[in-house]
């Protein structure tokens, strides 16, 4: 491939799921080795987080299966539909939110649900937010948002060895 494949995960405040995400796919990407060919961040379509480092309890689940958090939360902006290859959502509200922001800045990225990518997932299954629960919420989203990054990266391999090389 040419340019790096990349992908942008989006919840609402950019501080629980897309973080977890973000962190989850990016140790899958240097457990491969991929990261001269994909990169990868995080953003909210709200933005009264904005640069706030990710939630605790998100930092904390992900650190208990050896992922890292990093980063602060930012606004999804315009620029993001057209930098990035993927624009993958927590849930059909975020999803939504994407698709309105994208008709405005008439931008073609692909728009994805990340549980489609989830083998355990379905037709409009979602990432629930955790924010207001408690611990056994966030260890549950992480083991969705990590079957659902794998199926995510499985996809775009795929998508390269059927693309230009």
Not at 152 to 161: A, F, P, V
């Amino acid at each position: 491939m040419s340019q790096k494949t990349s992908v942008l995960f989006v919840c609402l405040g950019n501080i629980c799921r897309s973080p977890m995400a973000e962190g989850v796919f990016r140790h899958l990407i240097s457990e491969e080795g991929l990261e001269d060919r994909i990169e990868v961040d995080s953003a909210g379509t709200g933005s009264w987080h904005v640069g706030e480092s990710p939630d605790p309890r998100s930092i904390r689940t992900a650190q208990s299966h050896g992922v890292t958090l990093s980063g602060s939360a930012r606004h999804v902006r315009p620029e993001d539909f057209r930098r990035f290859d993927y624009l993958v959502a927590m849930d059909r509200e975020n999803l939504e939110n994407l698709e309105e922001f994208r008709d405005g800045v008439k931008g073609e990225t692909a728009l994805y649900l990340l549980r489609e990518f989830d083998p355990e997932g379905g037709p409009g299954a979602e990432v629930p937010d955790p924010y207001y629960g408690g611990p056994g919420g966030f260890e549950d989203v992480y083991r969705m948002v990590e079957r659902s990054c794998r199926g995510l990266l499985d996809h775009i391999l795929s998508q390269e060895g059927r693309g230009e090389a």
